[in-house]
């Protein structure tokens, strides 16, 4: 399974941008695609997740009601809508791709957000 995240770029504090990931490669209904994010000087985070089979949805507790995944199965592309941008939202941004219960094993290369206040 190969990854392409895209999307990024600078957005104004209260902007919207989305952020797509392109998925190659075989995918199963009990996949899970995530996006996570890693800010200057923390840790790479959880941000939101989605069930390629049937839609279930997990959101990181920071982004709860701001932020929207979804997916398109016959373009096999994952989407990151972000709406209500904040400061410290800004991070790169990366999709990745987990198989069941296993650990994310699949990762894009991440793509920058920057939101100005």
């Known amino acids: 399974v190969q990854l392409q995240a895209s999307g990024g770029g600078l957005a104004q504090a209260g902007g919207s941008l989305r952020l797509s990931c392109a998925v190659s490669g075989r995918t199963f209904s009990n996949d899970y695609m995530a996006w996570f994010r890693q800010a200057p000087g923390k840790e790479r985070e959880f941000v939101t997740s989605?069930?390629?089979?049937?839609?279930?949805?997990s959101y990181a507790d920071s982004v709860k009601g701001r932020f929207t995944i979804s997916r398109d199965n016959f373009k096999n592309t994952v989407y990151l809508q972000m709406n209500n941008l904040k400061p410290e939202d800004t991070a790169v941004y990366y999709c990745?791709?987990?198989?069941?219960?296993?650990?994310?094993?699949?990762w894009g290369q991440g793509t920058q957000v920057t939101v100005s206040s």
């Open positions: 990745a791709v987990r198989r069941g219960v296993a650990n994310y094993e699949y």
């Open positions: 989605i069930r390629w089979g049937g839609g279930i949805t």
